[in-house]
């Protein structure tokens, strides 16, 4: 691999302003300063830029804690999306894995490993997806046998079966009397084992509902780390990594 695709690949800038750097002489393989950009490595040799060790990571995983109102996707001409949120030095090649919608928040990841996002993702891989929601309206025993049965959600997505608990309700009659019976909500969790747009939203209002906050909390055996507040995040644990494989 060639010197200046090295360490853009690491984060360390990008190639036209790596090219200049490494001219001047700021990088160096095995001890000898190398000021050409096409120098090729074999693998295996120490690389030094701007005097710091610079070790070669084939693949990266980052958990994301995703807040609301950052967009799910690499780049966007407006938007601040997830990936603005990882700081430098990042690899230019990260991306989310699936996405979720602007205002959801939760466990998002991030990685460069286009093998490992398909197997996620692939409709046919059923990978659970664990939510935590707020609803608009108390949800009952019969939208969660609705839901246990897979549901027709629109003439575009038939949803599969789910499972639907119902964490709490709260409504004026828990003696909250400042709270009109319109406004009662519920606090459910939902596991889905697919991920069309809009998927949760979209099951709610099948059965009448609204969804007025969601957060994914797990995606397959990737739990959301609590110690992450929105906008934070950390690297995967070896072990995660193990269990995503
Ligand atoms: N379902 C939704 O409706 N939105 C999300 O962001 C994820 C799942």
Redesign the pocket.
């Known amino acids: 691999m060639r010197l200046d695709k090295y360490l853009a690949d690491m984060g360390c800038g990008t190639r036209s302003e790596l090219r200049r750097r490494i001219h001047k002489g700021e990088a160096s393989v095995d001890g000898k300063t190398v000021k050409d950009p096409g120098f090729t490595l074999k693998g295996g040799e120490e690389v030094l830029f701007a005097g710091e060790n610079v070790s070669y990571e084939e693949k990266v995983y980052y958990m994301l804690h995703k807040p609301a109102g950052v967009i799910s996707a690499s780049e966007d001409k407006k938007a601040e999306t997830v990936l603005d949120l990882i700081r430098e030095p990042k690899r230019r090649d990260l991306f989310p894995v699936g996405?979720?919608?602007k205002d959801?928040e939760g466990l998002l990841l991030i990685t460069n490993d286009g093998d490992l996002a398909h197997r996620l993702l692939a409709p046919g891989k059923h990978v659970d997806?664990v939510?935590e929601a707020a609803i608009d309206g108390i949800v009952t025993e019969e939208d969660v046998r609705k839901f246990s049965e897979g549901l027709v959600v629109d003439e575009m997505l038939t949803a599969l079966p789910a499972k639907l608990e119902i964490l709490k309700t709260e409504t004026a009659a828990d003696g909250n009397s400042a709270m009109e019976n319109e406004n009662a909500r519920s606090f459910v969790r939902i596991t889905?084992h697919e991920?069309k747009f809009?998927?949760?939203?979209?099951m709610f209002h099948a059965v009448g509902k609204e969804?007025i906050y969601?957060k994914?909390i797990s995606m397959g055996p990737l739990t959301l780390d609590e110690d992450l507040a929105p906008g934070e995040y950390r690297r995967l644990t070896d072990k995660e990594i193990q269990a995503l494989r």
Request: net charge positive.
């Open positions: 996405r979720l919608d959801t997806k939510y889905i991920g809009h998927q949760i939203k979209r969804v969601l994914r």
